[in-house]
């Protein structure tokens, strides 16, 4: 064991709270040496196991055999070697990589076994690596250890999760200025903003002899303001980061024969679902994903609403409604080449009744035939909700649909250029500290003592030190990394 690897020397807070010190209890006991798969399952040029804890090095060269001792090179170098089993008998030809404490992803001696890519032999490498006396990691072990040694901060450690499960190029960004540690810094400030003026006030109030330069509520209250503002910049960006990081559920639906699954095939620019002109083909919910003005869209295409007796189709008229449900914007489909009917105000119908949480677009499709659409009546039925003509089948009006759905689920917010809140996680927090500052300001309005600021500011603290992990309880650090794969 090498002296207090396994401690955390975070930032230490001048008021530690009751949450943290639960924290700090974990940070400081000893780590076990941990091992896990690094690579997805499957064949691959190589697959990597990897190490971590005091004990890393010695583990890996009770299985490696090499010319260099493994504890012999300087850190950051790899090592070729070979794998042997029980007997001595050659498992894989490999490199090691070996980098040493403190300058590792986790902080602590770190092993990377680069093996071919095989499933058989990457198994047969851990099993040898946890009988030389490593542990099978648990899910996200690796990082929550570079949290808990002070690497990364817990905003940093979820960005990592989301930059391995960006669904788009822009979510990427986000994930990685967040890794890089610009929320944190963003919050940060703000923390120690707060953190300054609590400190002031809590001196005047102890040490009224000290004859200490008074703060005037006017003051506090201006300072207070300025902080507030920043926060609800970032939260201003919120929704956008969270339609960037989760992407969008797009629900398409309307009665049979609109051309539902023409719409979704043709926005895919593949043939995905079956289209016939017999009403009632699709009987089963189709999911797929799709780029749209950057925005990842899952698109599900559902059997078409009406009343039956077929047994299956009734089935998937209920999932249909379930989708529904689960939508956060759903394509309602009309045809433009006949009159509305009691079917579609059926459906229009279930859309306000299931969809109500949902934004609605009107797809008028069909657009290529001669229009038979009472266009007052549509608009009527459809009240707030925007219509777009398009064709399925000449792709007209396709791109102005896709245009109005990121208008339409990005709203203001998509005007923000730098958005770094992409985690409810993270809008929770600062919209209790908002709540807190707002506390404050009323207290200074009302010419109540100053001491009584202390309290909503030491609440602001703790909602901002959420983010970063510095006021955080050990259950919501467990469920965080939980989220992860093994060997990340
Ligand atoms: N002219 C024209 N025909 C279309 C258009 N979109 C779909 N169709 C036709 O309409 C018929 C029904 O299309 P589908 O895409 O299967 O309709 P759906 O809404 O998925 O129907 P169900 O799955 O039965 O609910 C097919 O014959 C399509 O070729 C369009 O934009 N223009
Ligand atoms: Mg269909």
């Known amino acids: 064991m090498i002296g207090g690897r396994g401690m955390c020397h975070r930032r230490s807070a001048p008021m530690r709270s009751r949450r943290q010190e639960v924290t700090l209890v974990v940070q400081e006991m000893h780590f076990e040496t941990i091992a896990a798969i690094a690579t997805p399952p499957g064949e691959g040029a190589i697959g990597i196991v990897r190490i971590s804890g005091p004990e890393a090095l010695s583990v890996a060269e009770r299985v490696v055999r090499s010319k260099r001792r493994l504890s012999d090179v300087p850190s950051h170098t790899l090592v070729y070697g070979k794998v042997v089993d029980e007997h001595e008998r050659i498992l894989d030809d490999v490199l090691v990589g070996v980098m040493r404490a403190p300058r590792t992803y986790t902080g602590e001696d770190l092993i990377e076994i680069n093996c071919h890519g095989g499933p058989v032999i990457l198994q047969r490498v851990l099993e040898r690596v946890l009988q030389a006396g490593a542990r099978l990691a648990q899910p996200g072990e690796f990082t929550k250890r570079a949290f808990l040694n002070g690497k990364m901060d817990l905003a940093q450690a979820e960005a990592v999760i989301d930059m391995v499960r960006a669904k788009s190029p822009k979510g990427l960004e986000i994930a990685a200025l967040q890794l890089e540690g610009k929320l944190s810094e963003v919050v940060r400030t703000q923390r120690e903003a707060i953190l300054d003026l609590l400190t002031h006030i809590q001196a005047v109030i102890d040490y009224p002899e000290e004859g200490l330069v008074d703060i005037a509520p006017e003051e506090v209250g201006a300072r207070l303001a300025e902080i507030s503002k920043e926060l609800q910049r970032l939260l201003a960006g919120a929704d956008a980061g969270r339609i960037y990081r989760e992407g969008i559920r797009v629900a398409i639906v309307g009665k049979p024969n609109v051309g539902k699954s023409s719409l ?208 955080v309880s050990e259950e919501v650090v467990a469920r965080i990394f939980a989220q992860f794969c093994v060997g990340k």
């Open 264 to 471: 979704l095939n043709a926005i895919l620019q593949e043939d995905r679902a079956i289209v016939t002109p017999i009403a009632g083909t699709t009987r089963d919910l189709i999911e797929e994903r799709a780029l749209l003005g950057g925005i990842p869209f899952t698109l599900t295409d559902t059997a078409g609403i009406r009343v039956t007796d077929d047994p299956v189709e009734m089935i998937g008229v209920e999932r249909t409604r379930k989708a529904i449900e689960g939508a956060d914007l759903i394509f309602l489909v009309v045809s433009g080449a006949e009159p509305l009917d009691s079917d579609d105000e059926a459906v229009i119908q279930q859309v306000r009744e299931a969809g109500a949480a949902a934004r609605v677009l009107v797809v008028v499709n069909k657009a290529d035939l001669p229009p038979a659409l009472d266009r007052e009546g549509l608009a009527k039925a459809a009240g707030e909700w925007p219509c777009v003509w398009v064709s399925a089948v000449t792709g007209m009006g396709l791109d102005h649909l896709e245009e109005l759905a990121s208008k339409e689920v990005l709203g203001e917010a998509g005007a923000q250029d730098a958005i770094l809140l992409t985690r409810a996680r993270h809008k929770a927090a600062l919209e209790e500290a908002l709540a807190a500052l707002k506390e404050a300001q009323a207290t200074i309005t009302e010419g109540l003592p100053l001491d009584l600021v202390s309290v909503d500011l030491q609440a602001a603290l703790e909602a901002l030190g959420q983010v970063t992990g510095e006021s």
